[in-house]
């Protein structure tokens, strides 16, 4: 279109100076023509220009489009690595959680056992201190029924009947050197340990050596030396 409105000029420049006589009317068509060809050229500058402005819009969008997107990256990799790394952390405590409650389940049998076991000991020495007291009765009957007349002391003559608590007197207590670790435990009083460690170090020739080879402590044997004795 630019090519024409200048042909058109210089057509008009041409038969203006070779002296040509132009009608008004053609005059004012090429004139027309001319400021359409102008109007036509502003109007494709001006779709250049924006259509320039659009591209130039469009690669800053792209610019920033790419950085958007490459901080998008970056965000995705920063969360992937944390979430492989709080795995991780997961995955070991949750191994340590494991590895703790196979410790506490083994624990667990194991005290379960234990007091299986002092259940069965309870037992039995319940069973132990029901036959004692069953004897104890027992040797309490037999002593009363042989408490006949005859054998109570005489009310004269006094001199006779002062030895017979004797033996009596005696063998209420209890010889250490034989009897059995319940037993002790059972009469005595003592622990299952102290016991233990008398039926051990035995025998004794004297009960001062429960004291001497450090079976029983000084105050436990204050309290039992009246009821033993070490009688062969």
Known sequence: MRREWILSVLVVVAMTASGCVVSNKKYQDALAEAD???????????????????????????VKFGSEAQAARDELQRIEHGRDKERGS????????????????SQNKNVRAEYEDVKRHNETLKSLVARYQKELKDRSRSV???????????????????????????????????????????????KKDEADRIVTNRP???????????????ETFDMIKDRISVSP
């Not at 659009?54 to 792209?62: C, I």
């Not at 004794?204 to 000084?218: I, Q, T």
């Open 204 to 218: 004794y020739r004297v009960k001062g050596e429960l004291v001497a080879k450090n079976v029983v402590p000084k």
């Open 144 to 190: 009363t029924g042989s408490l006949t007349p005859s054998s109570l002391p005489p009310l004269s003559g006094a001199a006779p009947a002062a030895a017979t608590p004797a033996p009596a007197a005696a063998s209420a207590a209890m010889n250490v050197n034989k009897a059995s670790a319940s037993d002790m435990i059972l009469f005595l009083g003592l």
């Open 36 to 62: 359409s060809a102008k109007m036509e050229l502003e109007k494709t500058r001006q779709q250049k220009n924006a259509m320039e402005q659009q591209v130039k819009t469009l690669k800053e969008l792209n």
């Open 90 to 105: 997961l995955d070991t405590r949750t191994k340590e959680l494991e590895d703790k409650l196979k410790a506490m389940s």
